[in-house]
């Protein structure tokens, strides 16, 4: 079975700050796929990156950035210099490889970012 | 292009009413999941289909619900004899289902159902 564990439920910063959200991922596949979406209080989920688990290596997005680290299963992502648009739910998703045409989702339960100025 | 839409986008009903909720996903997608949200919670996988077949329905809850893609397009999610503990946001996702590559999932705005 595949789990996704975001053990911070709620965090608050200042603008400009960095702030980073952990993901702690368990999965039997050797063959998977990391995700992030956002979800800004208007409900819509916003795919944000999609990580193959045969590449470690960090990826960095304007002000955002994902470091992989498979000895430890976690996919944590940091946002740097925050901002009050970047406030929302942010959730660590996982999926499985090796199925072809499409696997479903497994979400961890979120964390909630709050940015205040 | 369009994104997956749903409707309604709100739904209030009574306990033990039945309810439909539909989803139209991006022209061309022949994949489409279903997902429910509770508060405070991630969204759960319910269902996905691959065409006009449900290819994993392991995530439906119990019998009281169901959903059907006839055309291979449009989807409906059916609950029968809601309870309280139904509510939920209900989101839908679409994919294109092209085989030997990762396929994204879009989202859709979800429909909030509310049993009272």
């Known amino acids: 079975a595949q789990k996704v564990t975001q053990a911070q439920t709620e965090i608050s910063v200042v603008e400009k700050e960095d702030v980073t959200l952990d993901c702690v991922y368990e999965?039997?596949?050797?063959?998977?796929?990391l995700f992030w979406y956002k979800q800004p209080p208007s409900g819509e989920l916003v795919f944000l990156i999609r990580?193959?688990?045969?590449?470690?290596q960090n990826e960095i997005s304007g002000r955002y950035s994902w470091n992989f680290q498979k000895s430890t299963s976690s996919f944590n992502f940091t946002i740097t210099a925050s901002q009050v648009v970047d406030s929302a739910v942010y959730f660590c998703a996982l999926t499985r490889g090796d199925t072809g045409t499409a696997s479903k989702l497994t979400f961890g339960t979120g964390t909630r970012l709050q940015v205040t100025l | 292009g369009a994104g997956v839409s749903q409707t309604p986008s709100n739904k209030v009903t009574e306990k033990g009413k039945y309810v439909e909720l539909r989803c139209d996903p991006i022209?061309?997608?022949?994949?489409l999941y279903w997902y429910r949200q509770s508060l405070g919670q991630g969204p759960e996988f319910l269902i996905y289909?691959?065409?006009?077949?449900?290819?994993?329905d392991s995530g439906l809850p119990n019998d009281r619900f169901f959903a059907v893609r006839p055309e291979g397009s449009v989807s409906t999610l059916k609950i029968q004899r809601t309870e309280r503990g139904d509510s939920a946001v209900y989101l839908c996702a679409s994919s294109l289902g092209t085989s030997g590559t990762y396929n994204e999932q879009f989202f859709g705005p979800g429909t909030r159902l509310t049993v009272l």
């Open positions: 999965t039997r596949d050797t063959t998977y796929y």
């Open positions: 990580r193959n688990s045969f590449d470690e």
């Open positions: 022209s061309g997608h022949t994949a």
């Open positions: 289909f691959q065409g006009t077949g449900a290819a994993d």
